[in-house]
């Protein structure tokens, strides 16, 4: 899809900044499962700031790139609740909004006490804090070792995020996407069942009110092939949010299983409804609508 100029260094940028987060979170986590804060405080403390740094940054790479590309390839908010694509993409969305609460907690909470202990390796509490020590230097060792331990935990389940993520994504981009399937950036294709044999696709080319648009009809099999059997097809056009129609239009036969129609009916912008009847043999007639999104 076009604009190229923005989805091939989006996808790049959002490729790159995904897996940097994604690879750092598990070595992270398999790194502080790995040791002990009492091994090295300062060092787990400089560890998990560092990556928190990286993955602040991750984040800002992802959320710029996944919108120029969201704006792209999606273009108006209705069209994410109108299509497979915009509910696929809301369900990523959500799934990444907790991942990054997850890891905003980690940055704004765990690091911060794990970092406020600073203290030789190996020492115990008592010695951390030294023998006269107050409550308070008590309460910020403790404190780290809590939020070390926590730490264990949230890691685990923001990785865990981040696979849902993946697996969403798998199923995103299959589908076509919510800017296509809506139509607005120009044809526009649907399909919608008319037996349990058969399926009725139409295409509306180039889709612009007040223009000649093409309407391509296609009747297929179970295969998804162009189906011989049924003998003609009827058209009715209607604009309900004005009461337009319907308009009787009869397609003119393009090959087996497909019909043409050139209209100069749809004049307005916003949803057409069309009804198409099928002779599927001499003495049965099947109906499907589809709502068509002129724009």
């Known amino acids: 899809m076009e604009p190229a100029w923005i989805l091939l260094p989006g996808d790049a940028v959002h490729l790159a900044a995904g897996a940097v987060w994604f690879g750092g979170l598990v070595l992270l986590a398999l790194s502080v499962r790995g040791r002990s804060i009492d091994d090295d405080p300062v060092g787990a403390a400089r560890l998990v700031s560092r990556f928190s740094t990286v ?16 704006w792209a390839l999606v273009r108006v908010p209705g069209a994410l609740t109108t299509t497979g694509y915009g509910w696929t993409l809301l369900a990523k969305l959500a799934l990444v909004g907790l991942a990054v609460a997850v890891a905003a907690y980690n940055r704004s909470r765990l690091v ?56 969403v994504t798998g ?6 996407p919510a800017a296509e399937a809506a139509g607005v950036t120009g044809i526009y294709d649907t399909r919608v069942a008319i037996t349990d044999e058969l399926e009725l696709e139409v295409v509306v080319d180039p889709n ?3 223009e000649t648009n093409a309407i391509h009809l296609y009747i297929l099999d179970a295969t998804g092939r162009p189906a011989g059997e049924v003998e003609d097809l009827r058209l009715e056009l209607a604009y309900e949010p004005q009461d337009i129609g319907p308009f009787e239009i009869e397609p003119f036969p393009a090959g087996p299983g497909h019909w043409i129609a050139n209209v100069d ?10 009804r198409a009847t099928a002779g599927v043999d001499r003495f049965d007639e099947q109906q499907a609508e589809v709502t068509i999104p002129v724009r």
């Open 171 to 176: 199923f995103l981009v299959v589908q076509r």
């Open 55 to 70: 993955a602040l940054w991750s984040v800002v790479a992802l959320a710029i790139s996944g919108g120029a590309m969201a």
């Open 112 to 167: 911060p006490a794990i970092v406020a202990r600073q203290a030789p390796a190996g020492a115990s509490v008592d010695t951390e804090a030294g023998a006269d020590a107050g409550a308070d230097e008590v309460r910020t060792v403790r404190r780290s070792r809590g939020a070390w331990r926590q730490l264990r935990t949230t890691l685990g389940i923001e990785a865990l995020l981040l696979v849902a993520v993946l697996l």
């Open 208 to 210: 612009r009110a007040g």
């Open 265 to 274: 009916e749809l004049t307005f912008p916003g949803e057409w409804r069309l």
